[in-house]
């Protein structure tokens, strides 16, 4: 009969999507397995330093089959420092452990944050620090001023507008979704300092896609240069940065390709309304006021951890800084300061000369000491405001008012810095006459 048939085929085809899910699942769990981050980094010279596999039992008496510590010096870490060892740190490590009786038991004593570990490989470990650095907040503290005053305000708007709404919304995750970072052992964390963070998605791919690629995308009809040179760097540079998040131990396989899925689709939605935005938010008068409203309402509304982590912070700095890049550019435009190219792109790129070297490492050295000394007022004047206004004792905060009162120093203190970078900074480099000519044209 035709009910019974199509009952069959429905029940068939759930089994088909279930059999498909199921598979699903089974992949993803393979791509969170820490051992493949593990040997990763064996594969690069990382090793966790385990007594028993380098040939010493639980009384420190060697059974000769692995003297990999003795005969030489090897890179460690030990409680977060660096240090040279020599043979007599397998007794150190022994005394650690004296009192564990199995190989899991000898690990699980010591923290993650605390493991020993041992590098044998320097130069992939430079490559790789340096690689990893490049997703930091702390890189782009430098990298956007630089950008700003000595190449293009205009691509420098944009790329910022695209850099805060892809960390918002992967901080954001991180902390809805709450995967932990890849276990240890057998991953050895050589960013402790980061493991209370949760780890899906990664931030740093997504970093290494939105900030390169969209560099690459503002700049491909506005310079002249071969796109596919443009490309190949970009991509290298996003290759090196997700790899580094397992050289570090920081991430699984399935959080960097999430991370990288996940930017993909917010390029292909934030990208085409880029320059929209970014012309409201220099030509509308009430624009000040959306920035800061959607800025502080983004901080408020980010989602609550189960645990005290860094990325909250770190995200209310990054909306601040954006909310106050924004509006200086905003002001720059108000006061006539920067307006409409005479000439519409493409333009031809303009190789440094020692000249233009030189006034812009004048220029960022200028620059940067107004941006650390602003920080150091503004953090210092915005906590006290901030206590003072909410009648709190800066000396006896409590948890909740902790969070308060450093979510709002911190947005105050960032936005001050933006404004500093796009509006105050170009004020003293106009007064030194060492302002980038281009600067006015960069709407």
Not at 255 to 278: A, K
Not at 416 to 421: A, E, F, H, K, P
Request: with cysteine; proline share 5%.
């Amino acid at each position: 009969m035709p009910w019974i048939r199509r009952s069959y085929l429905r029940s068939d085809e759930m089994g088909t999507l279930g059999k498909l899910k199921n598979g699903v699942l089974e992949y993803m769990e393979k791509l969170k397995d820490p051992y493949i981050v593990s040997n990763f980094q064996n594969f690069f010279g990382v090793y966790r330093i385990d007594v028993k596999r380098n040939g010493y039992d639980s009384k420190g008496n060697s059974s000769g089959s692995h003297h990999l510590l003795n005969k030489r010096k090897v890179k460690t870490k030990l409680n977060g420092n660096f240090n040279i060892c020599t043979e007599n740190f397998e007794e150190e490590v022994i005394q650690n452990n004296n009192s564990c009786n199995s190989d899991d038991a000898e690990v699980s004593d010591i923290e993650p944050e605390s493991r020993p570990y041992r590098i044998d490989n320097k130069f992939w470990y430079c490559i790789f620090s340096i690689s990893a650095s490049l997703g930091y907040e702390k890189f782009y503290w430098g990298f956007f001023p630089f950008w700003f005053w000595n190449i293009d305000g205009a691509v420098g708007r944009r790329v910022v507008l695209v850099w805060v709404i892809v960390m918002y919304v992967g901080q954001a995750l991180k902390d809805v979704i709450r995967w932990l970072r890849p276990s240890s052992p057998p991953v050895v964390h050589l960013e402790p300092e980061y493991v209370k963070e949760y780890g899906m998605p990664s931030t740093h791919a997504m970093l290494a896609a939105a900030v390169p690629f969209s560099l690459l995308i503002f700049t491909m009809h506005r310079y002249e240069y071969q796109f596919a040179v443009g490309l190949f760097i970009c991509s290298v540079c996003c290759l090196l940065v997700c790899i580094s998040r397992l050289y570090m131990g920081m991430h699984t396989v399935l959080d960097i390709i999430g991370g990288l899925v996940l930017v993909s689709l917010l390029m292909i939605i934030v990208v085409p309304l880029v320059d929209y935005i970014d012309h409201f938010q220099l030509t509308c008068v009430y624009s000040p006021l959306v920035i800061l409203s959607a800025s502080v309402a983004m901080a408020i509304l980010y989602p609550k951890s189960d645990r005290r982590s860094p990325a909250r912070g770190d995200t209310t700095i990054i909306l601040g800084t954006g909310a106050g890049i924004y509006l200086g550019a905003w002001l720059n435009f108000q006061l006539g300061i920067i307006r409409g190219p005479g000439l519409p792109p493409p333009y031809q790129i303009i190789w440094p000369d020692y000249t233009l070297v030189g006034l812009a490492l004048l220029r960022a050295s200028i620059g940067i000491l107004c941006v650390v000394a602003s920080r150091a007022f503004f953090k210092s004047l915005s906590y006290a405001i901030v206590c003072y206004i909410l009648r709190l004792d800066p000396n006896a905060l409590e948890t909740k008012q902790k969070t308060v009162v450093e979510m709002s120093y911190k947005f105050i203190t960032y936005t001050t810095i933006g404004i500093m970078i796009t509006y105050i900074s170009p004020i003293v480099f106009r007064f030194l006459n060492i302002e980038r000519i281009t600067m006015f044209t960069e709407v």
